[in-house]
């Protein structure tokens, strides 16, 4: 995840996100004899149809307070009145440190962005504003989560009983799973309402699944749901095939087809690619820069993400 997020220059909250994923710490406190008050403060930071938008959301809510008041004390007092856990936002932005000089150590960022912060002493991060030209844009963030969650991916299917119990329901992908299965989210999802039916999205990425069983039942659930379009979908595929007379684009397994504009078919095609060849020269030409690789193909993408 953390390359596409230098390759769609969104690498500080890409960075957030992985840095959440890796520890796995949510940045949100849910005391307990307080959940209803703590699910309240949690509303404020809903994000799109997004779990790690709304977690990025969060975080940055953080930061910025943060910097107004440096005071350890005063800081942990404002965790503790909006329900936010001090000390896991505090290991998230330790983590994010950490991550970013990897990315460098391996030449994906340039060293000498090092040395510039050596001398003046301050975070690096604040040097990084090339890699963070779409940070704020969070179509092209849900793209660099898509690419990185692939193919963790489910297809939605409105259930009439499930809607009115408020528990949405979704069937796998076949491409994760050998056989359709129902799963839903967990109830801290900010998409767990059956408000999410009617949105115009059919598929969705998501971070973790596991069985949580209860006294009478069994049942599949997800973590971190994110809502993406088709065209961020299935430019994440590995392989695609596009038919460019008709503009359909299909993903290798088959499992996944969009009909579009003929020229939108070549951008998403020659884009899936162009993050392929990185890879595979990365392991050779140990300098290649993503950043620099098809420029004009990943402007007019970033444009289609807008657009979508």
């Known amino acids: 995840m953390l390359l596409y997020g230098v390759a769609l220059s969104c690498l500080d909250p890409i960075l957030t996100i992985t840095s959440s994923l890796s520890l796995g710490r949510t ?20 994000s799109g149809d997004s779990d790690l938008l709304s977690l990025l959301k969060c975080f940055n809510f953080w930061k910025n307070e943060s910097l107004k008041s440096p005071s350890v004390a005063a800081n942990r007092k404002f965790c503790e009145e909006n329900f936010l856990s001090y ?53 092209i963030i849900l793209a660099a989560i898509s690419f990185g969650l692939y193919p963790n991916v489910l297809k939605k299917i409105p259930s009439e009983t499930d809607r009115k119990l408020h528990a949405p329901t979704f069937i796998l992908q076949p491409l994760a799973a050998a056989n359709t299965v129902s799963v839903y989210p967990n109830k801290q999802s900010s998409l767990f309402s059956d408000g999410i039916f009617e949105k115009d999205a059919s598929f969705f990425t998501y971070y973790s699944m596991s069985r949580v069983n209860s006294k009478n039942t069994s ?11 088709a065209a961020c979908l299935i430019s994440s595929s590995k392989d695609i095939v596009v038919e460019h007379r008709q503009g359909i684009i299909t993903a290798a397994d088959g499992n996944i087809q969009i009909v579009c504009p003929p020229r939108t078919a070549s951008t998403i095609s020659i884009f899936s690619k162009m993050i392929q060849d990185f890879f595979n020269n990365k392991i050779i030409v140990k300098d290649v820069q993503l950043s620099h690789l098809y420029e004009n193909v990943l402007e007019m993408f970033i444009n289609l993400l807008l657009d979508e």
């Open 27 to 46: 940045p949100f406190s849910r005391p307990f004899g307080k959940e209803q008050e703590a699910d309240a403060a949690k509303e404020k930071f809903k």
């Open 87 to 139: 000390q896991n936002l505090i290991s998230i932005e330790e983590t994010k440190d950490q991550l970013l000089k990897l990315l460098i150590s391996i030449n994906v960022i340039s060293k000498d962005i090092l040395q510039i912060a050596k001398n003046g002493g301050t975070n690096v991060s604040h040097f990084l504003d090339k890699h963070n030209l779409h940070s704020a844009k969070e179509p």
């Open 219 to 229: 049942k599949l659930k997800v973590w971190d749901l994110n809502r993406i379009g």
